[in-house]
């Protein structure tokens, strides 16, 4: 069965000829139709990122509308990616289920070996996550001077990754990366692909922090180069755990500088847990526990905040007074990547968060829920659900809502929020949400108001094609507002008060 898993795996990079089998068997029959409609159905991950990257090149695709058309397919392929990852990284290293761990700098040691994870790629890092509670690694921390041993952290999605399955904390985000090394006490920065900042490695050279790189196609001047591959990755996280120890004796005691700031987290909901806590209400209908709340008013719509950190804006400052507004107005409110360590470190994610920003009807349901699911606490408000390439975890559970009530995620009163987006990813996984018929809000306006008809297209023609459109306001209250707009328009389109 693995092998045949495998197999189509890899297929899906090929082109069959056939819609991708990762996309067409996790949507609804309408976005297939829909899909359908506008010739936008991959039918390879690979073909497909060419064909839009050709499309773009000097002297080939002029037509506005077109290259659009081209972005949103290329958007699809980007989900099946996505949703692929997922499952294989769950199949690999688990299925995150709720974790009780901590967020922010405080989270780093003085009087240990502190050893962060960064990047997007679980692979190496869930095996150092695993090595270094190994006894004979923590005794040589200890024999180096460091009481209490081995500690390990983590930064962007890499941290977000090892957080859900292993309960590591999270440092802080891409954004503020440096910052853990300003810390004095990192003793090795570990680091895969994607959100690495070059310049970490210049800012090490002022202490004693070892970086090191550990994929080949992301390399920087100097950090140490340590290959990876799934042959000698046992091999190769207990060397990075030694490098670290080592380093540790070169610590500056008078450059350590931790601040002492830190929030209880909750984290690992992934799909398969929420409807877990669900059938602890209705184990024989998990869904109507969340349907009948929704139906009532209890959840007034459901807000997925996604996307990174940018220096345009102070940091986190979005993210946090939209969700306030939101949590008040009885929106339950799922997070991915960035968004999810800007709420893990603002305390968030507990279930006193739940009785100090939640409405009365969210409250409520998230306290019977907790209740029933043997928490005595409400579940936290803020449900993480892993890193950016897990977003398609809480597509999961839309399409289910949306199958189960026999309409299409495009009419349901759900919305997704990038605060904050940056990198070409998050163009990626906000276009593919539109795709997938949500309303998706912006904080920072994209590259595209040169163009009359390119922003008229995406803001508003696009709807009536989709169901799902790009909004964009700066201003975290008017979005808020514009976001409770939307959802509130669905619940009448439903006949829902």
Known sequence: M???????????????????????TTVTAGRIEACNKLGI?????????????????????????????GALKCAVADYTACHLATDLSDILFGTPQPVISKANLGVIKEDAVNIALHGHNPLLSDIIAQVASEPELIAAAKEAGAPQGLNVVGICCTGNEVLMRHGIPLATSSVSQEVVIMTGALDALVVDYQCIMPAVASVAECFHTKVITTMPIAKMPGAEH?????????????????????RFKSRNPDKVCIPQESSTAIAGFSAEAIIGALSKVNAEDPLKPLIDNIVAGNIRGICL????????????????????????????????????????????MTSEATT???????????????????????????????????????????????????????????????????????????????????????????????????TETLTATIKDLLGGYFLVEPDPDKAATALLAVIDERRADLGLS
């Open 2 to 24: 693995a092998q045949e898993l495998a197999d189509k795996a890899l297929a899906e990079f090929s082109d069959t000829g056939e819609p991708l089998t990762w996309a067409a």
């Open 41 to 69: 159905v991959p039918t390879s991950i690979d073909s497909t990122i060419a064909e839009v990257m050709h499309r773009t090149t000097y002297g080939v695709d002029a037509d506005p509308v077109n290259i659009l058309l």
């Open 226 to 246: 340590m290959a990876f591959s799934d042959e000698n990755a046992v091999e190769c996280a207990k060397a990075i755990v030694q490098q670290a120890i080592e």
């Open 305 to 348: 905040f996604a996307g990174c950190n940018t220096v345009k804006v102070p940091q986190d400052h979005n993210y946090v007074e939209m969700i306030k507004r939101l949590l008040a107005e009885n929106v339950l409110i799922l997070s991915t990547g960035c968004a999810s360590s800007t709420y893990a470190r603002h305390g968030f």
């Open 356 to 454: 100090k920003y939640a409405g009365e009807g969210l409250a409520a349901v998230l306290t019977a829920i907790g209740e029933a699911a043997g928490l005595e606490a409400p579940l936290p408000p803020v449900l993480h659900m892993g890193s950016c390439v897990d977003n398609p975890r809480a597509v999961d559970v839309a399409t289910a809502v949306a199958n189960k009530l026999g309409v299409d995620t495009s009419q349901l009163p759900v919305v997704a929020s990038a605060p904050e987006p940056v990198t070409e990813k998050a163009v990626a996984i906000g276009t593919w949400a539109v795709v997938g018929g949500l309303p998706t809000h912006l904080g920072i306006a994209p590259p595209v108001l040169g163009s009359t008809l390119v």
